[in-house]
């Protein structure tokens, strides 16, 4: 990581991280993975931080396989670097909703898509979220998707919540990303950097609403910037 974008990743440890990353990530890294990892960094700067970290999208790559997931969805796509992941676990008539108001950063990463031969398994929705999960529960969609992938903005996590739950089928998993925020959940409110408190507030309701919700079994995953797993239940 270059010295220049933040660190939001839990493990403060920066030899431990690397050994991670050159033992288990990036040697088991895609070829077209590395290049829109590369290139995000390149054109984005800091702000290719909200990329998945090269061994929270392993993980993510293994979900979807063990789970033999065939229909799901990203909200937050960014360049393409979890969905590119996605895509590329899927089986060949596997199929990904992708939404994100970006079109402009969809593109950008389009082309290592497009590379990688697995497009048709995307279609992209360039708007906010919410009106498009409101128009599939009302569209019949409801209990249709097996994985649905979170990392958009944190305010909306609750109001999402109530949309996906119904979305993804009973047994199905729905991943919420950056559920630990800097490590800032942790750390009582006034010792919070300004900048991180506002998202650092939305997340701590939202973890404590998770915790508490019936509908699924969860557990909060300590990597990356800590990922959120939920099972629907009923």
Excluded at 30 to 52: G, Q
Excluded at 146 to 160: E, H, M, R
Excluded at 184 to 199: G, M
């Amino acid at each position: 990581m270059a010295d220049d974008i933040p660190n939001k990743l839990l493990l403060r440890n920066k030899a431990l991280q690397q050994y991670i990353y050159e033992t288990s990530g990036y040697p088991k890294e895609h070829k077209l993975l590395k290049e829109l990892r590369e290139a995000t960094v390149e054109k984005y700067k800091a702000m290719s931080i909200m990329n998945l970290p090269v061994d929270e999208a392993q993980l993510l790559s293994m979900l979807v396989k063990m789970m033999n997931a065939k229909k799901t969805m990203e909200i937050g796509v960014f360049t393409g670097y979890s969905l590119l992941t996605t895509a590329l676990a899927l089986p060949e008539d596997g199929k990904i909703l992708a939404i994100d108001p970006d079109k402009e950063a969809y593109e950008f990463g389009l082309p290592y898509i497009k590379k990688a031969g697995i497009e048709h398994k995307i279609n992209f929705i360039p708007s906010d979220a919410y009106p498009v999960l409101n128009d599939l529960v009302n569209s019949g969609e409801e209990g249709t998707f097996d994985f649905i992938f979170v990392d958009a903005l944190k305010n909306d996590y609750l109001k999402f919540h109530e949309l996906t739950i119904k979305l993804v089928k009973i047994g199905g998993t729905i991943a919420y990303d950056n559920t630990l925020w800097y490590g800032s959940v942790a750390q009582p409110e006034d010792e919070v950097e300004v900048e991180f408190r506002l998202f650092r507030n939305a997340i701590v309701e939202f973890n404590s609403f998770i915790a508490a919700d019936p509908r699924i079994e969860s557990t909060i995953v300590s990597i990356g910037d800590g990922v959120t797993l939920c099972r629907r239940l009923y």
